[in-house]
Antibody, heavy 121, light 112 residues
C-alpha cells in the first residue's frame, strides 16, 4: 500500500525557520510528483507547489513562490517543505500528496496525514 | 488563480440523493476535463473519491458518481449514509497554467 508519512506537529515563533518532511513508501518514489497543500484552520485547500523527485523539477503556485522552498532527497525517499522566516499567517495544516498520472487528470491518489504548524509569539 | 466555486453546504436525509456543484471561472475552462473530488472527514486528510470527472478509484463506493455539463462539474451521492457527512472538495489540473491545480471552495455535507 502506498504511504506518505509526514513529520509531527510543530510550534514555532515568528521569524523561526522550519522544514517539514514527507516520506514515501511502497512505490517508485522518484517517478511520481509530490505536491504540498495548505489548509488554514477551518478553511479550504490551497495548492502550494510540486516537485518531481527524479530530477527535482519544482513548480510553485504564484501565491507561494518565494515564500516556501520545496525540496527532495531521493536517498531517503523524502520530500520537504521549508520556511526561512515563519509568520503567524503560516499557521495551518500542511499535506503532502502523490500525483498519479496513470489517469489523464493526474489526481492526488495518496495523501500524507498532515503536519500542523502553529506560529505564535 | 480563481478557486472553483462550490455551495457552502448541502444536506439530506439518509437514503436520499444529493448533488454538489463545482463551477469554473468560464465556460471554456479546460480544466473541467480533469476534475477530481475529495472527501474530508473532520481531523482527517482528504481522500480521493472521483477522478477524471466520473471515474471511481478502487474501493470507493458506487454511491459516489461524477459528471460535468458546460462549466459545472457535479458530484452525486446516492443512498446517503451517516458516514458521508464530511466536506467535499473539487479540484482541477489546469494544463495551461503554471499553477497546475486549483481547488474548489468546499461543501459541507450534513446528513439530517
Amino acid at each position: 500500500e502506498v504511504q506518505l508519512v509526514q513529520s509531527g506537529a510543530e510550534v514555532k515563533k515568528p521569524g523561526d525557520s522550519l522544514k517539514i518532511s514527507c516520506k514515501g513508501s511502497e512505490y517508485r518514489f522518484g517517478y511520481y510528483w509530490i505536491g504540498w497543500v495548505r489548509q488554514m484552520p477551518g478553511k479550504g485547500l490551497e495548492w502550494m507547489g510540486i516537485i518531481y523527485p527524479a530530477d527535482s523539477d519544482t513548480r510553485y503556485s504564484p501565491s507561494f513562490q518565494g515564500q516556501v522552498t520545496i525540496s527532495v532527497d531521493t536517498s531517503v525517499r523524502t520530500a520537504y517543505l521549508e520556511w526561512s522566516s515563519l509568520k503567524a499567517s503560516d499557521s495551518a495544516t500542511y499535506y503532502c500528496v502523490r500525483r498519479d498520472c496513470a489517469s489523464t487528470g493526474c489526481p492526488f491518489d495518496s495523501w500524507g496525514q498532515g503536519t500542523m504548524v502553529t506560529v505564535s509569539s | 488563480q480563481s478557486a472553483l466555486t462550490q455551495p457552502a453546504s448541502v444536506s439530506g436525509s439518509p437514503g436520499q440523493s444529493i448533488t454538489i456543484s463545482c463551477t469554473g471561472p468560464r465556460s471554456d475552462f479546460a480544466g473541467f476535463a480533469y476534475i477530481s473530488w475529495y472527501q474530508q472527514h473532520p481531523g482527517k486528510a482528504p481522500k480521493l473519491i472521483i477522478y477524471d470527472v466520473d471515474h471511481r478509484p478502487s474501493g470507493v463506493s458506487n454511491r459516489f458518481s461524477g459528471s460535468k455539463s458546460g462549466n459545472t462539474a457535479s458530484l452525486t451521492i446516492s443512498g446517503l449514509q451517516t458516514e458521508d457527512e464530511a466536506v467535499y472538495f473539487c479540484t482541477s489540473y489546469v494544463t495551461s497554467s503554471t499553477l497546475f491545480y486549483v481547488f474548489g471552495t468546499g461543501t459541507k455535507v450534513t446528513v439530517l
